[in-house]
Each structure stands twice: as structure tokens, then as C-alpha cells.
């Protein structure tokens, strides 16, 4: 057999993996927080495969690249000039990265968290040997902010917000949570892996929801994640940091690779990626990403009035493109609706569904499903 056919057959044979998965363009998948990334990142990933960012020496224009889409996500935040970022894989790697600094600072080891922080707090609970104290939300599911004075003490390391929630999409009161962080001193972490490609142009469409961003004097970092609204290819999310100064607290000397040091989790990582989210960036720019936002808004409020024309209830009303919808038993409308050919997640913990209206879900995907979605209900008896 030559070549070129052995090479055919394994691609066949990955093809038919492939098959099994549900896809973006399908437009079933309703309860992932990523998408179909724009097309102009697939041919900028693929040219950048072999670049490893682990040792920029050798490749010096990739590291540009990176360095520029720091820039870009340090405007879109506000991030005054002594600002860095660090590009890594994605929210859970910038939350480790956050935390791991401010542990580092503080030499502190707790770490105070809204009950609707992500799970990678867990994670970072267990591999820092950090306790996590979780505060209760008031009835907006944001955190209750009259019990965090009483929480931050001596072991305080960092406070968590969350900008744009992986439940519900909801948004801490942020500008109140700086006041108090700046008072006491405590580093101010904001998780806005979500958020962070929404909340910017929530405002500038006119919505009326608080400040996240660096314009708040007491933010010290904020995760922000490409692959999610940013429209790009998995894996990329940023952490933006306040103060360059910090960086030492998570670098280490690396003697025998070009660069003497090198800072955050990772070491060998893929140029891809960065290549991707800049081309996104350049090709769409803030008037691209605020129509897409505009977009996903449009069919979250359509999505809003089917579900009510329906006879069900939503959870909150939505700040942004997130969903939640109050099922008796959700569980089981999640098994049939699976059975239906779609994907929605279960939110058990809330008895509820999530809906994200991520940019490859449209007005006519909604009306496809809708009568998935009340055929399931009726047979589980929740219509
Ligand atoms: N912070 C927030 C607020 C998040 O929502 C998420 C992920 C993370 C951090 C962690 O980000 P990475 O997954 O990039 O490390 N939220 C989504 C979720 O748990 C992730 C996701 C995406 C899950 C697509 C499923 C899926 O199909 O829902």
C-alpha cells in the first residue's frame, strides 16, 4: 500500500470517530459556553501548528503575535499601563494562575468565593492546598455582599468575582466588591472566562449592568477566555494582571532553555491557538465582536418569549446570553431531549436547564427546537 492510502485510511478512520460527535454547525448543541469558531481561525491555527510559545527565542514573531492580542484584550478591559497578560488554555488555567499569585503575595491561604464560582476553584482548592470560603447569593444569584466584610480576616488571600456566571450569566456587584478589596487590601480576582467578550458590549448596546473592568481601582486580575464569546479556537483564554511588578511571584528560573525565565503553568504551548484569536481579533475588531453580541442578544430575547409562550419560567431574567430554565425533574427532560438529537445542560444543583445563545444558535435552530423541548416536557409532565 503507498503512502498516500495508508494516510487516507486513518484519516477515514478518524472521520468516522468524528461522526459520532455532535457539531456546532448542527446547531444542536445549546449548552456549550463555545462555538464554531470564525472560519478565518481554522487557517490561521493551521499555519502556526509547530510554533511553541514555551521558548519564544525560537520563535520571536509568534511571541509577537501574543504580545499584540495582550494588547488587545488589556484595551477591551481597561487595563491601565503597568498591566500584563498571560495567555494560557483557557479559564481554568487563568483562575490557577490568579489565585497562584495572589497565594504567592499574600502568603495566605484562603480565598473567599461567591457560591456560583466555576468549579476549577475546586480544583484549585485541592492542588494549592487553598480553603475555599464560599458565600451565599441574595435572590439575583449574584454574591451576597453584606457577608463578605465579615469574611475577609488575616488568611484572606483573594476575593473572587464572578462577571458572567457558567449557570445563569450573572454579573457580582464588582464595583462593590473593589470598594471593600481596596479597603482592606486583599487581592480582587474577577472570572469574567465567559463574560469578558460580552459584558464590554452589553454597555456599549445600551444595556444597564455594573463595571468589571479595570476601571475599578481594586480589580487586580480578570480571566477572560477566546474560545468561549471571543469566537476562536480551543484552547485560549487570557489572564490580565494589574501590576507587571507581581510576575516574579509565578516564574522560575529556566537554565537551559533560551529565555531565563519563564512565568504561569504551562511551558510548551502551541503558537495555534494565539494565531487564531489574533486573526478573530484583527478580522472582526470591537464593531465585529459588539454586532455578534447584538446578534446573540437578539435571539436570547426570542428564545425568552417562546420559552414563556410555552408555560415555563425562566430562573432570573437573563443579563446576558445565558439561560436558565425551572423544570421540576430536569434531569429527565435532559435524557429525552438528548434522545431528541439535542444538547442541553442540566443544572441539577438549581433545577434548571441552561440555554447558552452562543453566536452558531440562531432564531431558526430555537424554532427547531421548541417543539423538542415541549413534546419532552409534556412526556416528563412538567407541561
Ligand atoms: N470560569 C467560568 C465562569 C466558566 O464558565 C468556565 C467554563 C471556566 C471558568 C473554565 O473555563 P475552561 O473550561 O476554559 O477551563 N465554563 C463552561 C462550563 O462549565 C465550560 C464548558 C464549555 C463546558 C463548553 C461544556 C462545554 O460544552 O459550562
Known amino acids: 500500500m503507498n503512502e498516500k492510502n495508508r494516510q ?12 459520532k460527535d455532535f457539531t456546532f454547525s448542527s446547531g444542536h448543541i445549546l449548552g456549550s459556553m463555545c462555538t464554531q469558531p470564525h472560519p478565518i481561525a481554522k487557517k490561521a491555527y493551521m499555519n502556526f501548528l509547530e510554533t511553541n510559545l514555551g521558548d519564544p527565542e525560537l520563535f520571536p514573531g509568534t511571541k509577537e503575535i501574543e504580545t499584540k492580542l495582550i494588547s488587545f484584550i488589556s484595551r477591551l478591559l481597561n487595563a491601565p499601563k503597568t498591566a500584563t497578560g498571560l495567555i494560557g488554555s483557557g479559564g481554568t488555567e487563568s483562575n490557577i494562575t490568579a489565585i497562584w499569585l495572589a497565594k504567592n503575595l499574600s502568603k495566605k491561604r484562603e480565598i473567599i468565593i461567591p457560591k456560583s464560582a ?12 487553598i480553603k475555599l470560603i464560599p458565600v451565599s447569593l441574595n435572590q439575583d444569584y449574584i454574591i451576597n455582599i453584606s457577608n463578605i466584610r465579615k469574611k475577609i480576616n488575616h488568611n484572606t488571600a483573594a476575593v473572587v468575582g464572578v462577571a458572567g456566571s ?3 450569566g450573572t454579573i457580582d456587584p464588582i464595583p462593590e466588591l473593589s470598594e471593600i478589596c481596596k ?8 472570572d469574567a472566562a465567559f463574560g469578558g467578550f460580552v459584558i464590554p458590549f452589553l454597555k456599549e448596546l445600551g444595556y444597564k449592568i455594573p463595571d468589571f473592568d479595570f476601571n475599578l481601582k481594586g480589580v487586580s486580575s480578570i480571566s477572560i477566555d477566546f474560545h468561549k464569546m471571543g469566537y476562536s479556537a480551543i ?3 487570557a489572564l490580565i494582571i494589574r501590576n507587571e511588578r507581581c510576575l516574579d511571584e509565578i516564574s522560575v528560573k529556566t537554565p537551559y532553555i533560551s529565555r531565563k525565565k519563564q512565568t504561569g503553568v504551562l511551558a510548551t504551548r502551541s503558537g495555534g ?7 478573530v481579533s484583527e478580522y472582526l475588531g470591537m464593531e465585529g465582536y459588539k454586532d455578534l453580541v447584538k446578534r446573540c442578544m437578539n435571539t436570547t430575547e426570542y428564545t425568552v418569549k417562546k420559552i414563556n409562550d410555552l408555560g415555563l419560567d425562566l430562573i432570573l431574567k437573563p443579563t446576558m446570553n445565558v439561560l436558565g430554565i425551572k423544570l421540576k425533574n430536569s434531569s429527565k427532560v435532559v435524557k429525552k431531549l438528548t434522545e431528541l438529537g439535542w444538547k442541553i445542560n442540566d443544572m441539577d ?4 436547564i441552561r440555554i447558552v445563545l452562543m453566536p452558531h444558535v440562531t432564531k431558526k435552530i430555537i424554532d427547531d427546537f421548541m417543539p423538542n423541548l415541549e413534546k419532552a416536557c409534556k412526556e416528563i409532565g412538567e407541561l
Open 349 to 352: 444543583r438549581l433545577s434548571a
Open 235 to 237: 484552547p485560549i483564554g
Open 166 to 168: 457558567t449557570e445563569l
Open 118 to 129: 466555576h468549579f476549577s476553584f475546586q480544583k484549585i482548592a485541592s492542588m494549592m492546598d
Open 8 to 19: 487516507n485510511i486513518i484519516l477515514k478512520e478518524l472521520q468516522n470517530f468524528r461522526d
Open 183 to 190: 479597603d482592606e487590601d486583599v487581592f480582587l480576582h474577577i
Open 273 to 279: 491557538p494565539v494565531a487564531a484569536a489574533y486573526a
